[in-house]
């Protein structure tokens, strides 16, 4: 049996993430906000018109995307068909709206537009494709399925994810890792992992069997740096528009311009040499088409300002984030067109790109997701 048999094969044994309702909705998901998610992947865009779960699982994810979206055409796919009849099922009970268009698809099939359709203006892929032997396969499938100027979340399993170290140290009693065996052993393990660990995966023994039969036991595991990742990204025709991790980073080497080694580099080699430095055990990306054209630099929406006579005052309350810059008055002036829904003057950044200090301040910003990149396709 394949690893990819055996993958599907425990999905269907137990899906991810369960079936209690109840649980999932309070729960509701790990993904970023949708906020940061269209300010970096589609500044300067309206609400995405038609988005896709890719590997929904049993539909939390969904769920709570149609909450944020009445509006939108949601399309979850996944490749365990229990999955999909259970998110059907608990799609029925919660009553969330307009419906959604639940699928079985695999993510690696390159017809998988033919099957689903495409021009998705978004599309989100949690928590998949670590565990998936040829992730470059699926994104490049998922990049058939985008509309122009449409963008794609991913998130993936770190190299300092828990997982990394915990399988081997429970190998090391005797645990086969592989397959979810011996439920009430592992559990007393991990009791002792918890006891001893403060970490991402939160209290571990008291997860729900889906949970630690995908998460912790399993096929295949692909835990990897951001450097790595951002190889499979860019190989498959992507870019790095962001990560989620990468605003509070920066912010902690700005002090005294301690960022300015890592000047000019863009968002994603910056955010992979930091993860290098201290790496992350969940990465969580905005995506963008590699033949996309780049036209501007736009507000993200993800900052409030306030200004001085020489000074602008910022605060991120989704990214946690709090900075000031000095600023000339027609600089200030820019930044005030810039924040607001006319937008920014034509040709605003040449305040900001005729010395070099401007250009990096600039460059922070891109990094901060003050500022971002927009894509049109060619």
Same mark, same amino acid.
């Not at 989704?318 to 008055?329: H, I, N, P, Q, S």
């Given at each position: 049996m394949s690893s990819a048999e055996r993958i599907k094969q425990v999905y269907e044994r137990f899906p991810y993430p369960g079936n209690d309702l109840e649980a999932l909705l309070r729960r509701g998901g790990s993904m970023p906000a949708l906020k940061w998610m269209q300010g970096i992947g589609r500044p300067g865009c309206g609400a995405p018109r038609r988005v896709l779960v890719a590997g929904c699982g049993t539909g939390v994810e969904a769920f709570v995307l149609r909450r944020?979206?009445?509006?939108?055409?949601?399309?979850?796919?996944?490749?365990?068909?229990?999955s999909i009849a259970v998110a059907r099922k608990l799609e029925r009970v919660a009553q969330v709206g307009r419906a959604i268009t639940f699928q079985v698809a695999d993510l690696t099939d390159a017809k998988l537009a033919k099957k689903i359709g495409g021009d998705f203006d978004l599309i989100t892929c949690h928590g998949v494709l670590s565990y998936i032997p040829e992730p470059a396969r699926a994104l490049?499938?998922?990049?058939?399925c985008l509309a122009s100027?449409?963008?794609l979340y991913l998130g993936v399993n770190g190299a300092g994810h828990p997982t990394t170290t915990l399988r081997p140290w429970l190998q090391s009693f005797g645990i086969d890792v592989s397959e979810m065996k011996e439920e009430r052993r592992l559990r007393t393990l991990l009791q002792l992992w918890d006891a001893l660990h403060d970490d991402d995966l939160g209290e571990l023994s008291t997860m729900p069997t889906s949970y630690l039969?995908?998460?912790v036991c399993g096929a295949f595991f692909n835990n990897g740096s951001l450097a790595y990742w951002r190889t499979q990204?860019?190989?498959?025709?992507?870019?790095?528009?962001?990560?989620?991790?990468?605003p509070a980073a920066l912010r902690l080497v700005m002090d005294g311009g301690r960022e300015r080694p890592l000047f000019p580099a863009e968002p994603g080699e910056v955010a992979s040499r930091l993860d290098a430095v201290r790496p992350a055990g969940f990465h969580r990306m905005m995506l963008c088409r590699r033949e996309s054209r780049e036209t501007a630099r736009i507000w993200t929406g993800l900052y409030t300002?306030?200004?001085? $006579?020489?000074?602008?005052?910022?605060?991120?309350?989704?990214?946690?984030?709090?900075?000031?810059? *000095? #600023?000339?008055?027609?600089?200030? $002036?820019?930044?005030?067109?810039?924040?607001t829904k006319n937008g920014a003057p034509e040709g605003w950044? *040449? #305040?900001?790109t005729r010395n070099d200090a401007g250009r990096r301040m600039l460059w922070r910003w891109t990094g901060l997701g003050v500022v971002s990149a927009q894509f049109l396709g060619r």
């Open positions: 944020q979206l009445p509006k939108a055409e949601i399309v979850a796919v996944d490749f365990s068909p229990r490049r499938a998922l990049a058939t100027g449409g963008a039969a995908g998460d990204v860019r190989h498959s025709g992507w870019d790095v528009a962001g990560t989620a991790i990468l300002v306030k200004y001085g $006579a020489r000074a602008a005052h910022f605060f991120s309350a989704t990214l946690g984030v709090r900075f000031e810059d *000095k #600023l000339t008055a027609p600089q200030i $002036a820019a930044l005030k067109s810039l924040a950044e *040449k #305040l900001w």
